[in-house]
């Protein structure tokens, strides 16, 4: 399992500017670290993690955290499934935040965030991605229109690529074979 330098998480965060009552997506779970983060910001968080006995190593964490009294993780409802898709039943979303470096910006992902949402993901080829702030702005006509800056004014970052389920194989790096929970 990694983790995120704590520096990262906290500049995607801010950049994301989540306030109490949005719906924040995260894509990428991992260890909790950063939907944690999330729920000390906003009661409405959704966590994909495609890994699913770190899914469910996460889960029992929450839950082992909210029996001792810790009651902002009950805000975070997490699921076992590709991140790639979001989460269309949960949609719209104010807030999208992604863990892992793909090499494009998903498609549903953005037809999943509410016109005027944030999304944060790191973009680009291995070990060499962009931080990028992207934002869906609708105009007084409706129409809708995609801006995108780099958090980091093109400084680059470093995160696990995005992994891909095909059938119940996951394809990319790392693999569940590579999980020893």
């Known amino acids: 399992m990694t983790i995120s330098d704590p520096h990262i998480v906290a500049r995607m965060t801010s950049a994301l500017n989540v306030a109490r009552g949005d719906r924040a997506l995260e ?3 991992g260890s909790g ?3 944690a983060y ?3 910001l906003t009661d409405k968080v959704w966590s994909i993690e495609i890994i ?3 899914a469910e190593r996460t889960r029992r964490l929450y839950d082992s955290l909210i029996e001792r009294g810790y009651d902002e993780y009950k805000s975070i409802t ?3 499934a590709d991140g790639y898709y979001g989460w269309e039943q949960e949609a719209p979303f104010d807030k999208v935040i992604v863990t892992c470096a793909i090499d494009h910006i998903p498609p549903p992902l953005l037809q999943q965030m509410k ?3 944030i999304m944060v993901i790191p973009v680009g080829p291995p070990g ?3 931080a990028l702030k992207v934002t869906k702005q609708q105009a007084a006509d409706g129409s809708i229109s995609i801006a995108r800056s780099d958090i980091y004014h093109g400084g680059r970052v ?3 690529p995005f992994t891909r389920l095909e059938g119940d194989l996951i394809k990319g790096t790392p693999s569940a074979s590579d999980w020893r929970l």
């Open 27 to 29: 894509v990428g779970t």
């Open 33 to 35: 670290y950063q939907s």
């Open 38 to 40: 999330l729920a000390n």
């Open 52 to 54: 699913k006995p770190l």
């Open 78 to 80: 997490t699921r076992h």
């Open 115 to 117: 016109p005027n949402g």
């Open 128 to 130: 060499a991605q962009h």
């Open 158 to 160: 470093s995160f696990v």
